[in-house]
């Protein structure tokens, strides 16, 4: 089962294209952080998430671990890359170039928006 974290900005980017249900049809379990579901709530007054019964809203468990991380990223970002490595995902999906260097450093496989599009193209589900 292909395990897949996402960050705030794919969602809100796949949401805006009416395309959030690529998510569902290319991955098996697809989470998001607490900090991710904040930053999409203070980006609208009804979080769209709400109506996505795919994702699934998971409390990173290693909270001290957010200091160790540049205040430059959000706390969803870092919120993503903890859970990643926690659940043992197989991939992030993160958009933020600073981010998606941390993650790679971490030794994350990461992807972004325009990584999904390609791929629901190539499996031809979009």
């Given amino acids: ?6 960050n705030s900005t794919p969602l809100i980017s796949l949401y805006k294209i009416d395309n959030l249900n690529l998510l569902k049809l290319l991955y098996d379990q697809v989470y ?3 900090g991710v579901y904040e930053e999409l709530s203070v980006e609208s007054k ?9 994702v699934i809203l998971k409390k ?3 909270e001290e671990a957010k200091k160790f991380f540049k205040t430059s990223l ?6 993503v890359m903890i859970l990643a490595e926690e659940i ?7 958009d ?3 981010a998606r260097k941390y993650a790679k450093y971490l030794g994350l496989k990461i992807t972004g928006t325009m990584g999904i599009l ?3 193209k190539e499996n031809r589900v979009y």
Avoid at 46 to 54: E, P, S
Avoid at 88 to 94: E, G, M, T, V
């Fill in 32 to 34: 998001i952080p607490y």
């Fill in 1 to 6: 089962m292909r395990k897949v974290v996402v």
């Fill in 88 to 94: 043992n995902a197989d991939l992030c999906i993160i």
């Fill in 60 to 62: 990173i468990q290693n």
């Fill in 118 to 120: 390609i791929k629901a």
């Fill in 74 to 79: 959000h706390k969803g970002e870092v919120e």
């Fill in 46 to 54: 009804d979080n769209f998430l709400d109506n996505a019964d795919f």
């Fill in 96 to 98: 933020d170039l600073l």
